[in-house]
T-cell receptor
Framework: AQSVTQLGSHVSVSEGALVLLRCNYSSSVPPYLFWYVQYPNQGLQLLLKYTTGATLVKGINGFEAEFKKSETSFHLTKPSAHMSDAAEYFCAVSEWVQGAQKLVFGQGTRLTINP | DTEVTQTPKHLVMGMTNKKSLKCEQHMGHRAMYWYKQKAKKPPELMFVYSYEKLSINESVPSRFSPECPNSSLLNLHLHALQPEDSALYLC?????????????FGNGTRLTVT
């Protein structure tokens, strides 16, 4: 089975500072990886995905992530944090089970932005 | 705005009630999913439908009964639930049930079982 581990259940940064949210994966096949964001009382919104090709993936809201096979990592970054970035962030890996896709999520990282 | 619509937004039900959660998408997606999310936890997969056929049931108790009447609609029928079933229930869809097909989520139904 594939899995992802998010290091740090809570990350706090100042407005304008670099955001770095860590995700490591475990997969016996080439992984398909996703980052989602969840604002309070809402569903999950796709930030970006890595399937094949370019290892640096750009997403919405200024976020990007780099797939590093040697480190089994897919960390999410944003150069300058904004107050509106405060939310829960989930890293996920896609599995193929019983002929269908199963998205397996990490435990999540709550991002707090300090003014 | 989300392209996956879930109703109702909130639901309170007693343990003897029967209710249904509804989910609708008009993106032409052929795979639909039910996830359950407890507070401060990640979503957990319950069911996957692909081309209107049930593909995955993650050993969900029979008091939860999914239904996919057509490719745009997904229902979750609830009966004799327990207080521990209180959670946010998320519906999602993807173009197809392939590993590289991202899921689009609705805003969920917050269920409270009393």
């Amino acid at each position: 089975a594939q899995s992802v581990t998010q290091l740090g259940s809570h990350v706090s940064v100042s407005e304008g500072a670099l955001v770095l949210l860590r995700c490591n994966y475990s997969s016996s096949v080439p992984p398909y990886l996703f980052w989602y964001v969840q604002y309070p009382n809402q569903g999950l919104q796709l930030l970006l995905k890595y399937t094949t090709g370019a290892t640096l993936v750009k997403g919405i809201n200024g976020f990007e992530a780099e797939f590093k096979k040697s480190e089994t990592s897919f960390h999410l970054t944003k150069p300058s944090a904004h107050m509106s970035d405060a939310a829960e962030y989930f890293c996920a890996v896609s599995e193929w089970v019983q002929g269908a896709q199963k998205l397996v999520f990490g435990q999540g990282t709550r991002l707090t932005i300090n003014p | 705005d989300t392209e996956v619509t879930q109703t109702p937004k909130h639901l309170v039900m007693g343990m003897t009630n029967k209710k249904s959660l509804k989910c609708e998408q008009h993106m032409g997606h052929r795979a639909m999913y039910w996830y359950k999310q407890k507070a401060k936890k990640p979503p957990e997969l319950m069911f996957v439908y692909s081309y209107e056929k049930l593909s995955i049931n993650e050993s969900v108790p029979s008091r939860f009964s999914p239904e996919c009447p057509n490719s745009s609609l997904l229902n979750l029928h609830l009966h004799a639930l327990q207080p521990e079933d209180s959670a946010l229930y998320l519906c999602a869809s993807s173009q197809e049930s392939r590993r590289n097909s991202p899921l689009h989520f609705g805003n969920g139904t917050r269920l409270t079982v009393t």
